[in-house]
């Protein structure tokens, strides 16, 4: 973290002016003990990012503060100050987990070096922290494919990625989406920065809150201390907003506020921190309809939505198979140790003629899967089990190969079988799947949003006897 707060403790009085001076050139706020009784009492109540102690102090001298800050707080940083320091003492001061010691009496300027060094130092650490999985994960994996629809996505990625202009990336799940927004910000001027996601759909209205603009000590129950949100911890980089249609519209108010004046508090807090973050969000509902029945704000949707970037889904680019397929089998052939030098020209037909209901992400599984199980050094049908498809190509037993795809993917997939299983007729598919009709025809509308087909109600269709119900639920899965 930057230092917000430090504590200074210092029983001499010029000695403390001179600390406080110096931090407030460089916007620190200081809170000030005389004595390190005192400091003792202030770390119990209040939580600092820095800590400048005196080491030579009557009762409590500088290595207990040192200590107490250490065992509540490892990662606080403190500097000791002393105009007595012998080596003995040094050597125990950095062992104990001493920033750094200042030699009294010392220069202002020497003191502001040392908190500047501090701040830099910090912020690495904080985003190697957060980081490296990041890295490690985006290192592994690129957007792979020449098709047409694919070439359009890059092209508008690169001609939005040296602007800040918020990017709205709209697809369905398993498209990649996330992939391209990685690919904006390795594109941009941004790139030396950190690039920070969170996803929107898996928190509460209450933890996304707190994990996007962090919170204070004793904010709530279980705050035992500050803790930075996904806002700052993306200064000066970029930060992903995953499913961003699925954020409450209180939580919608605060990030319009962000959005528009690149400002915010901590949950618990009353001072007002300062961002410069570019947002991209993604998404695979309709907005459109989230606007008209109220849950998403139009003036966010119209904030977010400055630059719209639709990701195809797989089954439109067919021609990127193959290239998956390759791509897929080295990362996962290294991963498992594996050498697999290809598939067959059967299953790679087999592949090209599926229609992917979970998109690159069920492709990316099935490999996974293949390799891992994989006997020889060249897949075959058998390696790669995909459901039969019909004349349309859409699968005979869609649950088949759901290991490893969404809930979302599973349920849309089922709910489109048993439509087509009904001719179209919404009240028994909806009565088969023990759902509302309502709730059918919103699933219909996302699903058209999504690019699926669906089939139009066929008069004349019996209603089923209740009898035949579960046979008939039966059928819509196999």
């Known amino acids: 973290m930057n230092p ?11 000695g403390r002016e001179l600390v406080s001076e110096s931090l407030a050139r460089l916007s ?5 003990a005389r004595h390190g009784g005192e400091a003792l009492e202030l770390l119990e109540k209040e939580e600092f990012d820095l800590v400048l102690t005196d080491l030579r102090m009557p009762e409590v001298d500088g290595l207990s503060v040192l200590k107490r800050v250490k065992e509540r707080s490892p990662a606080t940083p403190v500097v000791l100050m002393t105009a007595y320091a012998t080596l003995d003492v ?3 001061a950095l ?6 010691i200042l030699l009294k009496p010392f220069d202002p300027e020497h003191l502001e070096l040392l908190l500047t060094r501090l701040r830099a130092r910090q912020r690495l650490q904080r985003e190697n922290r957060y980081l490296r999985r990041e890295i490690e994960e985006a290192a592994s994996q690129e957007i792979v494919g020449k098709s047409a629809a694919i070439r359009d996505v890059l092209d508008s990625a690169r001609r939005v990625a040296a602007s800040k202009a918020t990017v709205f990336i709209r697809g369905e799940s398993g498209t990649g989406k996330e992939l391209v927004a990685r690919a904006i910000h390795d594109m941009s001027p941004r790139r030396d920065g950190p690039f920070v996601r969170v996803n929107c759909a898996a928190l509460s209205e209450s933890l996304l809150e707190s994990e996007l603009f962090g919170h204070e000590r004793g904010a709530f129950t279980g705050a035992m201390q500050r803790r930075e949100g996904r806002f700052e911890l993306a200064n000066k980089g970029t930060l992903l907003l995953d499913e961003v249609s699925e954020v409450s519209p209180r939580i919608q108010a ?3 506020r962000v959005l528009e004046e690149e400002e915010f508090e901590r949950v618990g807090g009353t001072r007002t921190l300062k961002v410069d973050v570019r947002v991209i969000a993604t998404s695979n509902r309709n907005l459109e309809e989230a606007l008209k029945d109220g849950s998403f704000r139009e003036d966010l949707y119209y904030r977010l939505h400055v630059v719209p970037i639709l990701l195809p889904p797989l089954r439109e680019r067919s021609e990127d198979v193959p290239l998956l397929v390759a791509a897929f089998l080295a990362r996962f052939s290294a991963e498992n140790g594996k050498s697999i030098r290809g598939v067959t020209p059967a299953a790679l037909a087999r592949l090209g003629a599926y229609r992917w209901p979970g998109n690159v ?12 199980l994989a006997r020889g050094d060249l897949l075959d049908v058998a390696e790669l089990p995909l459901p039969a498809l019909d004349e349309g190509g859409h699968r005979t037993d869609a649950l088949s190969n ?3 795809m969404r809930a979302e993917d599973v349920e849309r997939e089922l709910i489109l079988r048993t439509l087509r299983s009904t001719l179209g007729n919404r009240t028994r598919a909806a009565e088969l799947l023990d759902l509302t009709v309502r709730t059918i025809n919103n699933k219909i509308r996302l699903y058209r949003s999504q690019g699926h087909d669906i089939p139009e109600p066929r008069r004349g269709v019996a209603k089923p006897k209740p009898a035949l119900r579960e046979a008939e639920v ?4 196999s």
């Open 4 to 14: 917000e707060r430090a504590l200074i403790v210092e029983d001499d009085e010029l």
């Open 28 to 32: 620190i706020e200081a809170r000030v």
């Open 90 to 92: 040094a050597i125990q």
């Open 95 to 100: 062992r104990d987990g001493a920033e750094d």
């Open 254 to 256: 605060k990030l319009l």
């Open 361 to 372: 992400r069920e492709l990316a599984n099935l490999v996974q899967r293949a390799v891992v």
């Open 402 to 404: 759901a290991v490893g």
């Open 474 to 477: 039966a059928g819509a899965l």
